[in-house]
């Protein structure tokens, strides 16, 4: 079973800098849909960047386009990043970690329906 773990949070100024790390354990395949969704209080759960484990697809939420960065440990694959700067207060959010085995399939923006495993999720907080 795919477990993955997110740190990385925290509290930052706005114009800060974060990065989250997302560990994954216990995967069988080789291929991957990865991504990062946010939560909002109050608000629904959407999708802030995603790739494959091939690196053949990447999606950016136009939000965070330019300012936010993708990336997997280039060793192993067993390590997702997300690089995030020039943060803002409607950065803030809890942020997830997302995978599923196989081929990434969205059409426009990624669904968390098509993610089949989960992190807990680290909380990101920005001060204006």
């Known amino acids: 079973r795919v477990q993955l773990v997110e740190s990385g949070g925290g509290s930052v100024q706005a114009g800060g800098s974060l990065s989250l790390s997302c560990a994954a354990s216990?995967?069988?395949?080789?291929?991957?849909?990865l991504g990062w969704f946010r939560r909002a209080q109050g608000t629904e759960r959407e999708a802030v960047a995603a790739t494959h484990t091939n690196g053949g697809s990447v999606y950016y939420a136009p939000s965070v386009k330019g300012r936010f960065r993708i990336s997997q440990d280039n060793a192993d694959k067993n390590t997702l990043y997300l690089q995030m700067d020039s943060l803002k207060p409607e950065d803030t959010a809890m942020y997830y970690c997302?995978?599923?085995?196989?081929?990434?399939?969205?059409?426009?923006?990624?669904?968390?329906?098509?993610?089949?495993?989960w992190g807990q999720g680290t909380e990101v907080t920005v001060s204006s």
């Open positions: 216990g995967g069988t395949s080789s291929s991957y849909c």
């Open positions: 997302a995978a599923d085995e196989g081929s990434c399939w969205w059409v426009g923006t990624p669904d968390s329906q098509d993610f089949a495993h």
